[in-house]
């Protein structure tokens, strides 16, 4: 293959094209299910959207537990496919161009969350009509993967958590991970019937509902490999999640959802609540009320819930980004 992932990509050309042209006749059979068909129709759709992202698109979705089991080092295997793992990234990247400008792509701009309070999220998931908004790069401050393109919204799954499923002794219950629209809700629930389940958009808004008093911070996801677009609403904890580990850990996977949290010194009460549950560690005890970290703050909101006396509040940060509030979008996107 070389050190040159183009030159590879132009000597395996012919290949390609053959294996989408059987694609085009409907030779689906390959595949068994109706779900990778039309994952394959709205991958034909995507513009810069190769036959490579298809297979790990494939891949990830069909074999999500093994993948993030793998790629967070949790699998008795990931050692020994850890270079399979980072070919996998490097071919994800390379070549590829950012889509406002000519930056390198990382790894982070391939795969992200955005933070989101519970009203945003909620949001998220009672929607009932379909949304394309191609690109949001205001609101989703990465290269790639920033589009909302939401088809058949109230088709929505709950997986289990691939993150907390490959630990042992992991935050309970399991299917807190919301797969949302098609045709990833579809294809999720198909390859995956023992992980997950087909739920009313009401219970979805009762699982995050439920992940928040536990202190969970809810994300909305994207992925280059999954059509650059959102697919999943994760609810995230810091003893879990490969996510907000790798993000802790200096991989910028995770962005803010545009507010940060502020305190009203009159009304704390020093009970240190806020920062027992905050998942970032942006919150800390000073000598007489808690203090914020604006740096590390995401504006989950998760402090605010946690507060008894209403002394934490979110306020808007321009230099955090917008938010993803998907009603004020979709008038904006309207208008």
Not at 6 to 32: N, P
Not at 162 to 170: D, Y
Request: charged letters at 20%; hydrophobic letters at 40%; aromatic letters at 8%.
């Amino acid at each position: 293959m070389g050190d040159n992932p183009l030159l590879f990509d132009r000597q395996v050309s012919g290949m390609l094209l053959v294996t989408m042209e059987v694609f085009r006749m409907g030779i689906k059979s390959f595949f068994i299910n109706q779900s990778t068909a039309q994952f394959w129709a709205e991958a034909r759709k995507t513009p810069q959207y190769s036959l490579f992202d298809f297979l790990h698109g494939y891949i990830y979705g069909r074999w999500t537990h093994l993948y993030i089991a793998i790629g967070t080092g949790r699998h008795p295997l990931a050692k020994k496919l850890a270079p399979l793992a980072a070919w996998v990234e490097k071919q994800s990247t390379a070549g590829k161009p950012a889509i406002a400008d000519t930056d390198a792509v990382s790894m982070a701009d391939t795969y992200h969350g955005k933070a989101l309070p519970l009203a945003s999220a909620r949001q998220l998931v009672l929607i009932n009509e379909d949304i394309n908004i191609p690109d949001l790069e205001q609101v989703i401050p990465y290269k790639r993967a920033r589009a909302i393109i939401l088809k058949n919204p109230a088709h929505v799954v709950a997986l289990n958590c691939p993150c907390r499923a490959a630990k042992p002794n992991p935050c309970l219950p399991l299917d807190v991970c919301l797969v949302v629209g098609e045709p990833f809700a579809s294809f999720v629930m198909e390859h995956n019937p023992d992980q997950a389940r087909w739920i009313t958009q009401q219970q979805a808004v009762e699982i995050l509902e439920a992940e928040d008093r536990r202190g969970h911070v809810h994300h909305a996801f994207f992925k280059d490999a999954m059509l650059g677009r959102f697919y999943a609403i994760c609810n995230c904890c810091a003893c879990c999640c490969g996510a907000l580990h790798a993000h802790q850990t200096g991989t910028p996977m995770l962005a803010s959802s545009g507010y940060v949290a502020q305190v009203d010194e009159d009304l704390c009460m020093s009970c240190a609540d806020c920062v027992d549950h905050c998942q970032f560690g942006a919150l800390s005890m000073g000598s007489l009320y808690s203090q914020v970290d604006v740096e590390k703050c995401m504006g989950c909101g998760v402090c605010v819930e946690k507060c008894q006396v209403e002394a934490l509040s979110l306020k808007r940060d321009p230099g955090k980004g917008e938010p993803l509030e998907i009603l004020a979008l979709m008038e904006k996107a309207a208008g």
